[in-house]
């Protein structure tokens, strides 16, 4: 059902091969990838030692081919040891996709991923430079794998029922450095994360998009302790990290803040137990969310045929600051893009009645630290347990002019966010119970939309400090989260792609005991063991032919097999995300 092209021969030649098959469960791009207009193979390139060796390579459009529709697709070969490695694929200076690997087994993986890239429609049909780099590493011994990716485009001639306007602009928000064959990611808070950008005086609708990550001590942000509580534990140092579990991606512009996210929390195949993600990866890990601010309130500043700065900032909790807003560790790696729909009526917008409300956020914060009195009278703290909630909100709206009509835009945000943490011993069992929740409106589809993301992990930790090499330590996680959705995309909405609210209800259920062997890459055969499950149901308002409108995917895995895949054109019930199970040593949240 969902097998293309090239996609279809590796998948033929991973069964013969034995190679495992890794999968993300998401909703297809569409009904059938049949009867393509046209297609193409955009490259297919070996990763090996490819720290700042990204392939860089030409794109041009299909010739004599009329479309609409694009889907790219990603299909990755990979055997031997290897960490999970991110990726980001970019057309000259902006960034189209962000993914991650999964981690290779010595007899070898594949996966394959499709990607509706409609929205950039007006980057398919000119020539570009395509960038996609993957950091890899390869040393001989401890790390062996490559990483073989294709990727391909299939374009469709699709007719859309409310018509098809893709944006007439897309300007990119990063470091503009595709000229010197690299990427352009600001990599937060070290670089400005700005640029100044004039906008055109007709511009009738304006959406940011912002695609944010954390890497290093920031990948698992949501683990993290409030600084002051990085030294709970001096017999472990160096295994708490800083700037607190809270994370707030901004867009600003000209210094004033138009609208933020609360990121979702992204499980990297790698994470907490490597070997909880095989062969189903975390949710989203092989498509990193975006979110979108729409600007279109803001047009009265805008098109006044000035520059304009738009800054992108990512801040944490502090509670020593009076606003609690703090900075956060190195390596958040962020990027984004202003798309513009230009009215050619015209040739100036106007506005009027401009108004901003942001409140917050607003943090309660409390914490406790246990103590433990040994028989000789000395004390040492025995556990950390903290709660922090936060909430905020953002009203910004004008009204829009344009010399034959006047419209009001309006854009609306709501969020909340819950984490709670207690860890004992020395930390290396540590429990998590977050929620993070929210609302936001745009200026021009009427639709509400709301998400949540409750999330319950539980890791404790074996390690061996004193060097040993046959059995360096272990890890048991239980993972417990979902992902919410219901509302629309302002991009999709303005394109055409997308015409009603859709909804989207997927949880994974994941219980795993690993045991790294001497390499530290790799478990051992044997002693792991890992239950896990997965569920999505999805349903939308097709925008056309082939566009779906139910769809669900039910998964079972067992020790690095699949014992369930079940997958079709209709919904299934989504079981909530429920406190996990009580297990030795599990401190309570």
């Known amino acids: 059902m969902r097998t293309i092209f090239v996609a279809l021969v590796l998948a033929c030649c991973s069964l013969c091969n034995g190679l495992l098959e890794v999968f993300q469960a998401a909703p297809p791009p569409r009904l059938t990838f049949d009867n393509s207009a046209c297609h193409q193979v955009l490259f297919t390139h070996d990763f090996g030692n490819s720290y700042n060796a990204p392939y860089v390579g030409p794109y041009s459009p299909p010739s004599n081919c009329n479309f609409t529709t694009t889907i790219f697709n990603l299909s990755v070969v990979s055997s031997g040891r290897q960490y999970d490695r991110l990726a980001t694929l970019w057309l000259g200076d902006i960034e189209v996709w962000r993914t991650s690997t999964a981690m290779p087994?010595?007899?070898?993986i594949h996966w394959s991923f499709q990607k509706d890239m409609t929205i950039w429609y007006p980057l398919l049909t000119q020539g570009q430079k395509i960038i996609f780099d993957l950091g890899n590493l390869i040393d001989g011994d401890r790390y062996t794998g490559f990483f073989n990716v294709t990727l391909e485009a299939l374009y469709y001639n699709d007719n859309y029922e409310a018509g098809f306007h893709p944006a007439e602009h897309i300007y990119p928000i990063s470091t503009q450095s595709s000229s010197s064959n690299t990427t352009s990611l600001f990599s937060l808070p070290g670089d400005s994360g700005s640029v100044n950008l004039t906008i055109p005086g007709n511009t009738k609708n304006a959406v940011i998009s912002v695609t944010a990550s954390g890497n290093g001590e920031?990948?698992?942000w949501f683990t993290n302790v409030p600084s002051e509580y990085v030294h709970t534990f001096p017999e472990n140092e160096g295994w708490l990290?800083?700037?607190?579990?809270?994370?707030?991606?901004?867009?600003?512009?000209?210094?004033?803040?138009?609208?933020?996210?609360?990121?979702?929390?992204?499980?990297?195949?790698?994470?907490?137990?490597p070997g909880a993600w095989r062969p189903i990866v975390g949710v989203d890990a092989f498509k990193l969310p975006s979110f979108e601010i729409d600007i279109t309130p803001w047009l009265g500043f805008l098109t006044d045929g000035k520059s304009h700065t738009i800054q992108l900032r990512v801040v944490g909790f502090d509670a020593s600051v009076e606003a609690g807003i703090g900075s956060v560790g190195d390596n958040w790696w962020v990027s984004g893009s202003v798309f513009v729909w230009i009215d050619d009526t015209v040739e100036h917008i106007g506005a009027q009645s401009f108004k901003s409300e942001v409140t917050g956020p607003s943090f309660d914060f409390h914490s406790v630290i246990g103590i433990a009195v040994a028989e000789n009278g000395t004390t040492s703290n025995s556990s950390l347990y903290f709660a922090l909630t936060a909430s905020r909100n953002i009203t910004v709206s004008s009204t829009i002019t344009n010399g034959h009509d006047t419209y009001d835009a309006t854009w609306t945000q709501s969020l909340s966010f819950s984490n709670i943490q207690n860890m004992t011993d020395l930390a290396f069992n540590q429990s998590l119970a977050m929620i993070t929740s929210g609302s936001y409106s745009d200026s021009v589809s009427g639709i509400v939309s709301r998400y949540t993301y409750p999330l319950n992990l539980f890791s404790a930790y074996d390690v061996a400090f004193s060097g040993a090499t046959t059995n360096p330590g272990s890890v048991l996680c239980l993972a417990d989260r979902s992902k919410l959705t219901d509302g629309i995309s302002a991009l999709s909405f303005?394109?055409?792609?997308?015409?009603?609210?859709?909804?989207?209800?997927?949880?994974q259920n994941v219980t795993s005991s690993y045991h790294w062997n001497r390499t530290i890459v790799e478990?051992?055969?044997g002693l792991d063991t890992m239950d896990g499950e997965v569920w999505l149901s999805y349903s939308n308002v097709p925008a056309n032919e082939f566009g779906i409108s139910n769809y669900h995917r039910y998964g079972r895995e067992k020790n690095d097999s699949v014992l369930v895949n079940e997958e079709g054109w209709g919904q299934i019930g989504v079981p909530s995300t429920v406190p996990l199970p009580p297990v030795d040593g599990k401190p309570e949240v």
């Not at 994370?247 to 907490?272: A, H, K, M, Y």
């Not at 303005?494 to 859709?502: A, E, I, P, R």
């Open 105 to 108: 087994t010595q007899s070898g």
């Open 218 to 220: 920031e990948e698992f």
């Open 241 to 273: 990290y800083g700037y607190s579990p809270f994370r707030e991606v901004q867009v600003c512009i000209d210094n004033q803040l138009v609208g933020v996210s609360w990121p979702f929390p992204i499980l990297f195949t790698g994470g907490v137990d």
């Open 494 to 507: 303005l394109t055409g792609t997308s015409v009603g609210s859709g909804s989207l209800k997927t949880r």
């Open 523 to 525: 478990g051992t055969e």
